[in-house]
């Protein structure tokens, strides 16, 4: 049953888009098909960063510690690294540029600079361990890397890397943190003209396959991404605005989660731009702190992975806090619990609970579930976000589902990635023929276009929001000469939604623990991929007929055990 909010939507958004309105809509072809586009979105990122960031000169940006910038500083600063780039490191158009770093206003910065000369911004995950750094920059050939300490430390231990390597110590304030860069300015340097459809950004992704895959995005999807995330925020001001109950003041959101993710690139930092939205850095997430930054910066908007609203409605200090500036408590890249949901509906004083639902594949924009719509359907991920959005239910020949018949959730829009890079096998099955990205979830739409997400069909484990591939956590500890046999899969957890298990069968002789493991795995791979669990079977793992290992009669197994 369409709701009174729905409809509210529904037609602020048209008012929206209608013709000569603000986002007006023009149109793009793709695979074939004729797609919508916002037509006032700059065609890149240059210029979508110069025309906001003149609009909102002087008004303060980023806040990380002591240290408040503004718009127009921060835009400074990376026409500043960018120049750099060009004439010290002869970036040009393509070149992928390497960012290993925690979340500060040097990486923003950086980010910016990159793009801003041609080159393409190379998302490199901080939690990797050297080998993952390795097989990533050597992958997407990266001919020049930024990395903060810690990051460095972990690039220093790979042999013949060829990446040149510049550190960045983040802990000191901008100025100083990018002094050496700047040395390198240059007012001569010219920065290159940028058009919709050069590239801009590689971010990677986990999948069934193991090793993971850069995702390459031209500039016009994510700036479209940015605009289509922007019409949800003014749809959603319309309707206060007629209700009687206008935002004032400038929004503020924290920055709670990783950069290098795409919820945290596309809808918290870019769109942050064009809403002239203050970002709180929190270089490493606490619920007290996150609390504390909520009350004394009056922020506006809360979005993270779902355990960080769970940790703050729990949290035995919460009522010594000022959290009713927020009105929104939103998560992306897991699914809430029900109960949670019903739980910031009533606890949190009036904030609304928020969910969405995205890939890297797609710049995050997917589906949308808000307020009491989400109370009313807390198992359901939302409806397509619109302007841009066109959801399917596809079966595996690409046919369109009913509703209420399961089938493989597909998206398609301009905002979705151009291909992996050097994978045109895995680009070419990810794509239907007529444009449709195909998710690898299962899921279903209602009567009034809700999907509900039920399964995956890709062998990966979602951990608060971090895709883990259990292919290539079982490769990790198949490195160990003890290892016969191994099997990874997912285990429910109240915190993290889900966590790594692991069952191992040892070889003839050998014996180890489940910590010997786990500390062999810490030495391979990042922390947030080494199982919870981990059991030492006596016996060989079951086999399919086609003598895969039988994954579907472990899990049950091991979870009934866990």
Known sequence: MRTELDAAMDSTMAALTAEGAPLALGSVERFGVTLPTIAAAPPALSYYFAHYANEHRDLTF??????????GEVHAAATRVARALVAAHGVAKGDRIGIAMRNSPSWIVLYMGIVMAGGIATLLNGWWQSEELEAAIRDVDCGLVFADPPRVRRLAQIAGLSAPVVEIDDSQPLATALAAVFANDDDAAALPMLAPDDHATI??????????KGAVCEHRAIVQAVF??????????GIATAQGNPPVGQPVTLLTIPLFHITGEVPVFLQSFAMGRKLVLMPKWDAREAMRLIAAEGVTYFVGVPLMSFEILNHPDRANYDLSTVTDFAAGGAPRPVEHVRRLGEEMGGSAPLIGYGLTETNAVGTGNWRSNYLAKPNSAGRASAPLVDLAILDDDGRAQPAGVRGEVCI??????TRYWNRPEATAAAFTADGYFRTGDIGFLDEDGYLFIVDRKKDIIIRGGENISCQEVEAALYENPAVAEAAVFGLADERFGEVPGAVVVLRDGETLTPDDLCAFLHQHIAAFKVPQRVWIADAPLPRLGTEKIDKVTIRERYRALA
């Open 62 to 71: 980023l806040v990380a510690g002591d240290e408040r910038l503004t718009f």
């Open 203 to 212: 971010l990677f992704t986990s999948g069934s396959t193991g090793q993971s």
């Open 228 to 237: 289509n995330y922007l019409g949800q925020a003014m749809m959603m001001v």
């Open 412 to 417: 398609r829009s301009v905002c979705n990635f």
